[in-house]
């Protein structure tokens, strides 16, 4: 058969095609292995960013029980001194009912003390154990009133563990105490709106700039007192970091007539989160 120049053609288009073929499988193929492995690298830079943040977030809720942990010595503390005061003075009757109310609460510290959020009903219990202490310890120096919205289901609404307390203790010792009479404080737990709530603790007592002119003793000096806020202060910023929702501490003083403060407000206003119930 005659080679002509159609069929040289046609051999060098098959030629060429080959080729061309064997080029695109190699190619593919290469394609193929290379997008494989940087799928590996990908998957494995994942998991490893998965295991970062996890360890991140164990940490951070590590500091937090730890930033809790250093506020529950100081009140246990103070009901410890308030049992010896008693005791020391003869009133044996208000030592014993002091140790009683003071084991109940001490009791529940423990239980809750590697927890970051516990029902509002067990914050409230926990609160109201410690406001008594106090009156036993002030003999009565102060009411207390104790309020939860209506809509607010505390059995089942996971709160910070702990958070209100020093406020309230700072309440009590820095604004009530160093007023003659007629000591009040207001401690309510609001909801704002799904999912955003408050707790709101109002006294009457002399205010922040009048407090920081009286000198205290021990752990009731002006440096613990603003290592307690400080405490506060981080806790929140790590619920911040943690969960990425709202947490906000205002304080500020309650103005009275012709220029007078009459007592402090603390507005703590949160987002939670149902997955808050597992820490």
Excluded at 143 to 158: C, E, F, G, H, R
Excluded at 205 to 217: C, E, N, P, V
Aim: glycine share 4%.
């Amino acid at each position: 058969m005659p080679v002509t120049i159609h069929t040289t053609t046609l051999l060098l288009a098959t030629a060429g095609a080959g080729v061309f073929l064997l080029l695109f499988m190699r190619y593919r193929s290469r394609y193929l292995l290379i997008r494989s492995q940087e799928e590996i690298l990908l998957r494995h830079s994942h998991e490893q960013d998965i295991s970062l943040q996890q360890l991140r977030k164990q940490l951070s809720e590590l500091k937090m029980v730890n930033l809790k942990s250093q506020v529950n010595p100081h009140f246990q503390f103070n009901c410890l001194n308030g049992i010896y005061t008693a005791l020391m003075t003869g009133e044996t009757a208000l030592a014993q009912e002091y140790i009683s109310r003071f084991a109940l609460l001490l009791r529940k510290v423990l239980m809750l003390a590697d927890k970051n959020f516990i029902p509002l009903q067990e914050e409230a219990d926990m609160l109201e154990l410690y406001l008594k202490l106090e009156q036993l310890r002030t003999n009565n120096g102060f009411d207390y009133t104790l309020l939860t919205d209506p809509q607010i289901s505390a059995s089942t609404l996971y709160v910070p563990c702990m958070l209100v307390q020093p406020f309230v203790e700072n309440a009590i010792w820095h604004g009530l105490m160093h007023k003659a009479s007629n000591r009040q404080l207001y401690i309510r737990w609001l909801q704002l709106a799904p999912n955003l709530y408050a707790c709101e603790v109002t006294d009457n007592g002399i205010g922040r700039a009048q407090a920081l002119q009286y000198h205290h003793d021990g752990l009731k000096s002006n440096n613990h007192h603003s290592r307690g806020m400080e405490i506060c202060m981080e806790r929140a910023a790590l619920y911040r970091s943690m969960y990425h929702k709202q947490f906000n501490i205002e304080i500020s003083d309650l103005p009275g007539t012709t220029q007078t403060v009459e007592g402090t407000r603390v507005y703590i206003t949160f987002e939670t989160d149902p997955a808050m119930a597992s820490h």
